[in-house]
Nanobody, 127 residues
Framework: VQLQASGGGLVHTGGSLRLSCAAS????????IGWFRQAPGKEREWLSC????????FSKDSVKGRFTISTDKAKNTVYLQMNSLKPEDTAVYYC?????????????????????WGQGTEVTVSS
């Protein structure tokens, strides 16, 4: 299982970025993909996830309406579209994967442990 996150960069407040999480050596069909971020001096924070079991999507309340997760199955890639960026969005962003078969159906992807991680892509939002 390999994940490659990309698309980070430097943007001004109010700008947009689209992060990509390219999966290789496995099919997304059996996994959930989550996006996380970690700002300097802060704990890692879950942002959004999608489960390919049923297409369900979950997002943290604080980014709803600004961040949107999507996928291109043909490219085995999951995206995180980030709009109206703020300086407090500055962080290293990571994507992670976990096979949904490990979990009982009552669990949803925000609760998964995510065993497989990409290397992270840095996002800096200037004021």
């Amino acid at each position: 299982v390999q994940l490659q996150a990309s698309g980070g960069g430097l943007v001004h407040t109010g700008g947009s970025l689209r992060l990509s999480c390219a999966a290789s050596r496995f099919s997304l069909d059996y996994y959930a993909i989550g996006w996380f971020r970690q700002a300097p001096g802060k704990e890692r924070e879950w942002l959004s996830c999608i489960s390919f079991k049923d297409g369900s999507i979950f997002s943290k309340d604080s980014v709803k309406g600004r961040f949107t997760i999507s996928t291109d199955k043909a490219k085995n890639t999951v995206y995180l579209q980030m709009n109206s960026l703020k300086p407090e969005d500055t962080a290293v962003y990571y994507c992670a994967a976990d096979p949904f078969a490990l979990y009982e159906s009552r669990f949803t992807c925000p609760e998964y442990e995510y065993d497989y991680w990409g290397q992270g892509t840095e996002v800096t939002v200037s004021s």
